[in-house]
């Protein structure tokens, strides 16, 4: 069975600081692999996804994750915080092949401190 | 762009009543989905949809059932309300069939008391 490990249910960071949020999964076949985010009182949009393309995706507000097998990661990170980054962010895993059953992480809250 | 439409965002309900939600998407997505989320414990899944009138239990399906009548419209049940069951509880749809990739709407908030 596929799972997702976010490590960290709460991440500050200042303002103009690195952003990295951690995300480990397991699968028995190669997986998809997601990051979604939600902001306060919405539903989640996704950010970016992996798809055995790139190992080093590119997702919308400067965020991107970087697929390691060796270290079944896929973790998030963005060179510099912006307040407007405060959100909950989701990792998740879908394997490949038949109806997908998307598999998410318990969220990690970023907080942005100006 | 995708919509994803839940019917309501904010219900309070008492126990044992029966209450629906509904999620209407208008890209014409053959896989929906009913997720609830809790904090703590992210988001899990309640029931599935691949086509009109077939659907498959997700991992945590008690208490609850899904109808799909049309493409467009996937609506949960719960048939007997209990409070356990407050929830924020999120609708998605699949983009493309098969890779994993959501659209979501905006959740209902559901008070059970």
């Known amino acids: 069975a596929q799972s997702v490990t976010q490590l960290g249910s709460h991440v500050s960071v200042s303002e103009g600081a690195l952003v990295l949020l951690r995300c480990n999964y397991s699968?028995?076949?190669?997986?998809?692999l997601f990051w979604y985010v939600q902001y306060p009182n919405q539903g989640l949009q996704l950010l970016l996804k992996y798809t055995s393309a790139a190992t080093l995706v590119k997702g919308i507000n400067g965020f991107e994750a970087e697929f390691k097998k060796s270290e079944t990661s896929f973790h998030l990170t963005k060179p510099s915080a912006h307040m407007s980054d405060a959100a909950e962010y989701f990792c998740a895993v879908s394997e490949v092949g038949g109806y997908q059953k998307v598999t998410f992480g318990i969220g990690t809250k970023l907080q942005v401190i100006p | 762009d995708v919509k994803v439409t839940q019917s309501s965002r904010y219900l309070v309900k008492r126990t044992g009543e029966k209450v629906f939600l509904e999620c209407v998407q208008d890209m014409d997505h053959e896989n929906m989905f009913w997720y609830r989320q809790d904090p703590g414990l992210g988001l899990r899944l309640i029931y599935f949809?691949?086509?009109?009138?077939?659907?498959e239990k997700g991992d945590i399906p008690e208490g609850y059932s899904v109808s799909r009548e049309k493409k467009e419209r996937f609506s949960l049940i719960l048939e007997s309300a209990s409070t356990n069951q407050t929830s924020m509880y999120l609708c998605a749809s699949e983009g493309q069939p098969n890779t994993g990739e959501l659209f979501f709407g905006e959740g209902s908030r559901l008070t059970v008391l």
């Open positions: 949809s691949y086509d009109v009138k077939m659907k």
């Open positions: 699968s028995s076949v190669p997986p998809y």
